[in-house]
């Protein structure tokens, strides 16, 4: 893991200045401390490894290592000790430390220490992926059960309010002309909400149940600027300027318009959400070896780095009137093409989440 953060903390500074050439010259991104204070306060912004001397000016080193895992649950920490005896060892191993070392180390041991401490931090993070993978996977079966449950409960009772109105909507026409208006109006009204909600099963349904897609080689150039128009007024009431930018002589990707229509017009919505007035919300699209990328940029706040893990579980929201379904339609759509979406920070300032499609063969 080359540019790893590496903290140092130890209060002895030609020791800690020994260690950081050290281990900068195999590329680490090391950081010191010369306390249990500062050390804290540096930990906050992440570490992998963290190298920390057991007595400490301001208390001890083990009663630290629950503190910085705290901070940074996937770092690592390893004990400094200036000499060895059982009781360090225990201590060290129940402080929950990865290992220790004993003062002064030797070179080659240091950093086959923080190899291994580093290989522990990767298993960690895999780990965790897998996990957020398996609660997506399993929210989405649920939402599956759901909506299956949903067609039948709402659908049929739905679809027979519908036909019975258009009955009685029959049956008022042959009233006098001048009564028809007053009851006309409200059956006209009822109608509306039938139909809309008739859509929104629908929508849940292709969630739910994705049809098989048919990936055709399509130019991605015109359905942006499809979706793009559709969200022209509404930028502009926004007052937010609303941009493509694409790369001249983009490949055919292999896609279902349809699909990626949709996947578009949630990251534009969600963009578009997050960004203030006089802001920038951004459609861009590259090329990238054997994909091409599109990115949906805003100039927004971006996503607190306590949620991004979660914005693609389904029911995820932070919004009042959220569903929390954007996200992970976007993230189904990108897979049913052999692709993926991921989330990351924009030049824009605010959130960046792109688009990786394969391109067509
Ligand atoms: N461009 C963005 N900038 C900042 N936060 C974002 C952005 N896009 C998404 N988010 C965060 O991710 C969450 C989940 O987004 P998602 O689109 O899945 O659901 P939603 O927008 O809340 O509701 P809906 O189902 O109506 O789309 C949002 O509530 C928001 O907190
Ligand atoms: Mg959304």
């Not at 992970?328 to 692709?339: C, L, R």
Request: neutral net charge; aromatic residues 4%.
């Amino acid at each position: 893991m080359t540019g790893a953060r590496v903290l140092v903390v130890d209060d002895t500074a030609a020791l800690v200045e020994n260690l950081a050439e050290i281990l900068e010259a195999e590329g680490y991104q090391v950081k010191t401390a010369p306390s249990a204070a500062k050390a804290l306060d540096s930990a906050r912004s992440g570490f992998e490894v963290a190298l920390v001397d057991l007595r400490l000016p301001d208390g001890s080193g083990t009663s630290l290592v629950s503190r910085l895992k705290e901070l940074s649950p996937e770092g690592e920490v390893v004990l400094l000790t200036g000499y060895a005896t059982l009781e360090t060892a225990i201590a060290a191993v129940r402080s929950g430390a990865f290992a220790y070392l004993i003062k002064p180390c030797a070179t080659a041991e240091l950093l086959l220490t923080i190899e291994q401490a580093l290989r522990q931090v990767g298993l960690h993070a895999e780990k965790r992926e897998l996990s957020r993978r398996a609660l997506v996977a399993e929210k989405l079966a649920a939402v599956g059960t759901m909506t299956a449950g949903l067609s039948h409960e709402i659908r049929n009772p739905l679809n027979a309010a519908g036909l019975q109105l258009a009955v009685l909507e029959r049956r008022l026409r042959r009233l006098p002309e001048a009564d028809q208006p007053l009851l006309l109006e409200p059956v006209g009204l009822v109608r509306d909400e039938i139909r809309r909600l008739t859509r929104l099963l629908e929508e849940f349904l292709t969630f739910a149940r994705p049809r098989e897609l048919t990936l055709l080689p399509i130019v991605l150039a015109p359905i942006v600027e499809a979706v793009v128009a559709l969200f022209s007024k509404d930028a502009e009431r926004r007052q937010i300027s609303l941009e493509v930018m694409f790369e001249p002589a983009l490949p055919k990707i292999a896609g279902d318009r349809e699909r990626l229509q949709q996947a578009l017009m949630n990251l534009i919505l969600n963009a578009l959400d997050a960004t203030r007035s006089g802001g920038i919300v951004r459609v861009s699209s590259t090329a990238s070896g054997s994909d091409v990328l599109l990115a949906v940029d805003d100039s927004g706040p971006g996503v607190p780095a306590d949620v991004r893990d979660r914005v693609f579980e389904p029911f995820f929201t932070t919004k009042a009137a959220g569903t929390g379904l954007g996200l992970p339609m976007v993230h189904a759509i990108a897979a049913q093409h052999g692709g993926n979406a991921t989330l990351g920070t924009s030049p824009l300032g605010g959130a960046r989440f792109v688009l990786r499609l394969p391109k067509a063969s």
